[in-house]
């Protein structure tokens, strides 16, 4: 039998045994961002689609929601870096090949843009907080007659910001568990739910809140679909993506993956929302907060489990 | 011009001397170093074999932490050494997590530090700090596009290995084997 030892004489805080580098604030940007991107995506179509009236909690009342976890994002994400002070030094340059330089642009477009949005729905959201002045109201009527441009611009932003959450994993080749090309889909799919969960909760008509149903049930579908297939590229990979795997399937995170993520945050939610469509009476703010702590959860797990994993030589 | 280690496992005793010298040389924060010793036990009894080497930043080729910088702190010289501008850092983290060598920390001012191959002897002509006291003489230091340096010959006659080449990095640290 061949047996390997290894020691190192190091002891480097944070860094041995495993990473600890990026802590919560980044599974909770994650999810934010995700959220964010998921509610701007529908917030944006919807308009697009010239639906706005029919579905009001999709571009009015849950879009107050997404400045709101872009900027604690964001807050999360200065939190985590460890020289502050020097933030600024991001937005000095463009790096190609730095998914970081890439979300850090998109982040300064979509936040503001995600503030206009809701300032141009201001009158509607907030009646009675009326703020009796011309330039106001100039400002909120200038930018209820650009909404559609909004719309246009904001339908790529989002995808790119869904998509970016994972992508900034995956781009880590030193990680096995992260680096897979499905995280960025897998990363997206899952906000779009979250912030489809979200439009559900705040949903006031049965219509808004079936379709919204049926769109959650068919990303929770596709979000299942590509989880597997992240297990199964990682099965027929390397050794490292063995272990990484591994970590998920029967280690330390199996618990917390298929518990917290599958099975309570993926598939009794889609159960509760298929038996509610169908006509039965569930109150639907259980699938809903289900599915958000479901992709809270997810964003911890990868995070965390993906720092313990590393190439062994 | 191309920089590059050479480390000849079998003469390596793993007395920590390039350690404790690097710390000296380059004010490490106590705690925290930039170069360490890994030993490694191959084999079943009886037949088993003990590897012992120096490590540290392999100045990649192909730099991971270059590459996912977001903002350029982390960059590449023309002679191949990786450096980090501390005040161009940011602290974000993310060339620690693409480093397949975990040969980077955060300096506890916040930013990002690592080995420089002691790039502020280099311009003075000296050796970097942990070869220049390596008691077994051990460690070797040089120009890879000279053929006739110390290291480019004996990569010519001496079998090699590098860490990790799977990681698609292109490590320029060598191990004599």
Redesign the interface.
């Known amino acids: 039998m061949q047996e390997e030892l290894f020691t190192s004489g190091r002891n480097i805080p944070h860094i041995d045994p495993s990473l600890e580098i990026w802590h919560w604030p980044i599974s909770v940007y994650l999810f934010l961002g995700g959220l964010a991107a998921g509610l701007l995506f529908f917030a944006g179509i919807v308009t697009v689609l010239g639906k706005d009236k029919e579905y009001p909690a999709a571009v009015k009342f849950a879009s107050i929601v997404s400045p709101i976890a872009l900027t604690l994002g964001l807050l999360a994400l200065f939190y985590d870096l460890t020289h502050k002070l020097y933030f600024w030094r991001l937005y000095t340059t463009i790096r190609i090949e730095s998914p970081m330089s890439w979300g850090a642009w998109v982040l300064l477009i979509i936040t503001p843009i995600s503030f206009l949005w809701v300032i141009s729905y201001y009158s509607e959201l907030f009646p009675k907080w009326k703020l009796n002045f011309k330039f106001f109201d100039d400002f909120e009527n200038f930018l209820k007659k650009q909404r559609k441009n909004m719309a246009i611009a904001l339908i790529p932003l989002s995808i790119i910001l869904g998509v970016y959450t994972g992508i900034l994993l995956s781009a880590f080749n030193a990680r096995p568990l992260w680096n897979n090309a499905i995280l960025g889909p897998l990363f997206l799919t899952s906000g779009l739910s979250t912030g489809a969960a979200t439009i559900i909760l705040l949903a006031k008509s049965k219509k808004e809140r079936h379709l919204f149903s049926k769109i959650d049930l068919a990303l929770i579908v596709l979000e299942l679909g590509l989880i597997v297939h992240m297990l199964m590229g990682m099965y027929a990979g390397s050794e490292v993506q063995l272990e990484a795997m591994q970590l998920l399937v029967g280690g330390e995170f199996t618990l917390m993956f298929f518990g917290f993520v599958i099975i309570l945050g993926l598939i009794i939610p889609a159960i509760l929302e298929l038996t509610e469509i169908i006509g039965y009476k569930v109150p639907v703010a259980i699938p809903a907060i289900l599915i958000l702590i479901g992709g809270l959860v997810f964003r911890f797990v990868m995070v965390e489990a993906g720092q313990i994993t590393r190439y062994l030589y | 011009m191309r920089y590059a280690m050479v480390i000849d496992t079998l003469k390596c005793v793993?007395c920590?001397d390039c350690?404790v010298a690097c710390q000296t040389e380059n004010d490490v924060p106590v705690?925290?170093?930039r170069d360490?010793?890994?030993?490694?036990?191959?084999?079943?009894y009886p037949s088993?074999e003990l590897e012992l080497k120096s490590?540290r930043c392999n100045h990649c080729d192909n730099a991971?932490c270059v590459?996912?910088?977001?903002?350029?702190?982390s960059h590449q010289l023309d002679n191949g050494i990786v450096l980090v501008t501390?005040?161009?850092?940011?602290?974000?983290?993310?060339c620690?997590?693409?480093?397949?060598y975990?040969a980077?920390?955060?300096h506890p001012?916040?930013?990002v530090d690592k080995c420089t191959f002691c790039h502020h002897r280099l311009e003075k002509g000296q050796l970097p700090a942990c070869v220049s006291v390596c008691p077994t003489k051990c460690m070797y230091f040089g120009d890879l596009d000279n053929p006739n340096s110390e290291v480019s010959q004996l990569l010519k006659n001496r079998k090699y290995k590098t860490?990790?080449p799977?990681?698609?990095t292109k490590p320029q640290v060598y191990y004599l084997i």
């Open positions: 793993g920590s350690v705690g925290y170093c360490w010793i890994t030993e490694t036990v191959n084999g079943a088993i490590e991971p590459r996912c910088c977001p903002t350029g702190a501390g005040d161009e850092c940011i602290g974000c983290g993310a620690i997590e693409s480093c397949p975990d980077r920390y955060q001012d916040g930013y860490l990790a799977e990681a698609g």
